[in-house]
């Protein structure tokens, strides 16, 4: 394996953990737009907030992560990638503001009104942009993003069958995701939502896999590199994938504990195929990941950068997430529950 | 319709979109940078009242530092944001700069991502940490946030001052592209000689922000009769800091403006309306910069000579040193920018040396309410310091984004419709701002109505309140 190799796999990294967590989040503010009205509705977003909140910020740095990794280490396909989809970014950036100042303002504006204007805006948010990183992702696999700066059609490269089922995909597989995450919570801060968030995981779980399956039709016959990939060297990697989604839903179907780890896996299993398909180009057949890489020194600082940041970083987060997981253990699930009647939105949609 | 609206314009054309870039770089950074500079200070100002809180058990101290751990909470979660969309922009905006020089400066933002990512999970830890950590343990948790504070400045000000002296790699002259980096040396490029100056200017200009704006919210409170030992103590602490910063910065900043003066001699000579190099420089404050030199100001002879060589006979650089396509626009802008931002530093070292005064003979604040007026307005003042001072490195470098290296619209984007990008970012911008202080204010507002029994959660990074909607009567 070249240097350039390696970097590609943490950048693959990095992009797993965004899928997964970043996925997961996106997946609970969907859950949040749709909790509907009344004191139910009222509970469900309790119980999201109580699952993002202090680890919000955290799951979002996996972004920054990728952007950096990809422009330092990279530099050619980001630059490609990001002039000719200019407008979905556009509004991947949109998305990441509005659901920022969502997550700021939701606990701490004066009136109850707009603290429920500042959460449907997060919630909205949550939608826009894993959609339109979906479309950026099915621009990229189908081969529609060349080399060099807005080479590519401003439109027809991410408004296309393949880019939008991708982003169909992204919505699909944050919200089983989160729904899988949200039961398992629930089991502790409010047992009367598992049986909710259970129903609405295998749902979401059977969506995902449905657009995955229409997904490697259009696949098939509009990005053939990565479908030839993905039925050829990935194939591994996507049977694991299909097997992880079905003992997910396996478990969540019966009721049994552990379904966060196989669905998980079916995400993580899914970028990793992509992956595979894809090698060794990062833009398909236009641009490897040799002909990109940054010169030697580079790469091996950014290894050597990643690797003290998984040694900072990685206990500092395990200390994070166990205080958040000691709050969820030591709450009185009662303390969930919305006060007196004024908890239920007024308006749904702001 | 809105095809043929995006559709690629004929390269010629292309530069068209270089104006709504560099307006929508400078909007997104000139916000960026002022929750940036709360940022990186604000955690230290927390710590310091949590520091006496507990040394002196000082209740007053403590609930200071609660109150403005959410506050800084807030403000991290908008700068986050605002950073986020700065890295795309240098994408969406600038993909020719990125694609050929992002393998050089990229390892510097590598190390930012650190310091950012433990940042933003100490903040979560120091949220969490008051109730659950034992009072020691807690303070020292937000220890880490005050030094990636510090370090994450450090790495993207290695960037910008690399941008304006860029050293530490080698380009090899292609024919297609232009141009390709052939070897990097990462070490060369962070401690480029502009960091030295521009780190902790820019450093310091985060703690004078955030202590002025914090004391000028209390210096308000007492204006309006709310003179308890509370307000007394968030005056003091922030101010204090702050005011010892300020002489700091005059030194740090006289010293970057004759660096830039031997560095960057064109930017200099712009931001004084130098058009001819010769000696004996007139200093000008204030007026208008036109080809005949500064009209309207107020001329010293041989200062400026002075100041960038302590001799009347120092020869200082002139604009007609390069060909006038190599010269910075807005000359009138710089000069008046780099004028406001010497003047609000020199107005608050007066400030300073009456505080000290007072202080040394009564131990005691100025009992003036003129004091606590220009203390009010001292925060907005550094805001407008650091604008000014962000428009002198930034325009001033111009037309280069990298200088001498790269010019700016080599590095624009070929993608059409920035024009559009930018009235969106204008609109959510305004309202991102608007909410920020609305939501600061409210807050402030609800910890005064609410006195010492308020106990609430739910801001940004914190364990959410019990109600998440609704609720307020």
């Known amino acids: ?350 | 319709m809105l095809t043929s609206l995006l559709d690629p314009l004929p390269l010629a054309a292309a530069s068209s979109e270089l104006l709504p870039a560099r307006e929508q770089m400078a909007l997104t950074l000139g916000f960026h940078i002022i929750f940036a500079s709360l940022g990186i200070a604000f955690p230290a100002y927390m710590l310091i009242a949590n520091y006496r809180g507990l040394r002196r058990n000082d209740p007053d101290a403590l609930e200071l530092a609660r109150r403005w751990s959410k506050v800084a909470a807030v403000t991290f979660a908008v700068g986050a944001v605002t950073g986020t969309v700065i890295s795309f922009e240098f994408g969406l905006l600038w993909p020719e700069f990125t694609a050929r020089f992002g393998d050089v400066f990229g390892v510097a933002f590598a190390i930012e991502g650190i310091f950012f990512f433990l940042e933003a999970i100490f903040i979560g830890i120091y949220l969490f940490g008051w109730k659950r950590l034992s009072p020691w343990a807690h303070f020292w948790s937000g220890v880490p946030i005050v030094i990636c504070g510090v370090g994450g400045a450090l790495s993207v000000l290695a960037v910008n001052s690399w941008m304006n002296q860029p050293q530490g790699f080698t380009l090899s002259r292609g024919l297609l592209r232009g141009a390709e980096v052939t070897s990097v040396d990462p070490l060369k490029v962070i401690f480029n000689p502009a960091l030295a100056y521009e780190a902790p200017h820019m450093i310091l200009a985060g703690y004078m922000l955030t202590g002025f704006l914090i004391a000028s919210v209390y210096a308000v409170g007492m204006l309006r009769g709310r003179r308890d030992r509370r307000h007394r103590l968030g005056l003091l602490i922030p101010l204090t800091v702050a005011l010892v910063a300020t002489p700091v910065q005059f030194l740090v900043g006289d010293t970057a403006a004759r660096s830039v003066a031997a560095d960057q001699p064109v930017k200099f000579a712009a931001m004084e309306c130098v058009q001819e190099t010769h000696t004996h420089v007139t200093e000008y404050l204030g007026g208008r910069c036109t080809e005949e030199g500064v009209k309207g100001g107020i001329g010293i002879p041989n200062l400026d000579s002075w100041l960038v060589g302590f001799s009347a006979d120092t020869e200082v650089v002139g604009l007609d040193s390069v060909p006038p396509e190599d010269r910075p626009p807005a000359n009138t802008l710089l000069h008046l920018a780099f004028d406001a931002m010497v003047g609000i530093c020199c107005a608050l070292l007066a400030l300073g040396a009456w505080f000290a005064f007072v202080w040394w003979r009564r131990r005691d604040i100025p009992r003036t309410k003129w004091f606590l007026r220009a203390v009010a307005i001292s925060g907005v003042a550094v805001g407008v310091a650091i604008e000014c001072g962000w428009i002198v490195t930034e325009v001033g470098r111009q037309p280069w984004i990298v200088y001498e290296v790269m010019r700016t619209e080599e590095a624009v984007t070929g993608a059409s419709g920035i024009w559009f990008t930018l009235a969106g970012v204008v609109v959510l911008y305004a309202g991102l701002g608007t909410a920020t202080v609305l939501v600061l204010r409210s807050m402030a507002r609800r910890w005064r109505e609410a006195g010492d029994a308020a106990e609430e959660s739910g801001g940004p990074y914190e364990p959410p309140a019990p109600v998440a909607t609704g609720g307020e009567r």
């Open chain 1, 1 to 350: 394996m070249s240097t350039a190799d390696a970097v590609a796999a943490v950048l693959w990294l990095g992009v797993t953990f965004y899928a997964v967590f970043a996925g997961a989040d996106f997946g609970a503010g969907f859950w949040d737009l749709a909790s509907g009205g009344g004191e139910r509705g009222a509970r469900v977003r309790a119980a999201v907030a109580h699952s993002i909140g202090p680890v919000w910020e955290a799951n979002h740095v996996w972004l920054i992560f990728v952007l950096v990794v990809l422009w330092t280490a990279f530099s050619a396909a980001f630059g490609a990638i990001m002039s000719t989809l200019f407008v979905p970014l556009s509004l991947v950036a949109l998305g990441i503001v509005l659901r920022g100042a969502g997550f700021a303002f939701k606990g701490t504006a004066a009136r109850g009104r707009n603290r429920h204007l500042a959460d449907r805006l997060f919630a909205f948010a949550s939608l826009l942009t894993p959609f339109f990183m979906g479309t950026v992702i099915g621009a990229v696999a189908s081969g529609r993003v060349p080399p060099g700066n807005a080479e590519g059609d401003p439109l027809t490269s991410w408004l296309n069958p393949v880019s939008l089922v991708t982003g169909a995909l992204f919505l699909a597989t944050g919200a089983y995701l989160a729904a899988v995450f949200l039961a398992h919570d629930a089991r502790r801060s409010a047992p009367e939502l598992v049986g909710y968030f259970r129903a609405r995981a295998l749902v979401a779980g059977a969506a995902s896999g449905a657009v995955a399956v229409v997904a490697m039709f259009l696949y098939r016959d509009d990005a053939p590199y990565v479908y030839e990939g993905l039925t050829g060297d990935a194939l591994p990697l996507v049977i694991a994938s299909l097997l992880c989604g079905i003992a997910a839903l396996a478990l969540l179907w019966r009721g049994a504990r552990g379904a966060r780890v196989p669905a998980v896996g079916a995400v993580v299993t899914m970028v990793w195929a992509w992956g595979v398909a894809q090698h060794p180009y990062l833009l398909p057949q236009t641009l490897t990941i040799e002909e990109a890489a940054a010169v030697s020194t580079t790469l091996t600082w950014v290894l050597v950068v990643f690797a003290v940041a998984v040694v900072l970083v990685l206990p500092s987060l395990f200390l994070l997430f166990t205080l958040a997981q000691r709050d969820l253990v030591e709450e009185r699930p009662e303390a969930l529950l919305p006060e007196g009647g004024g908890g239920g939105p007024r308006r749904v949609g702001g």
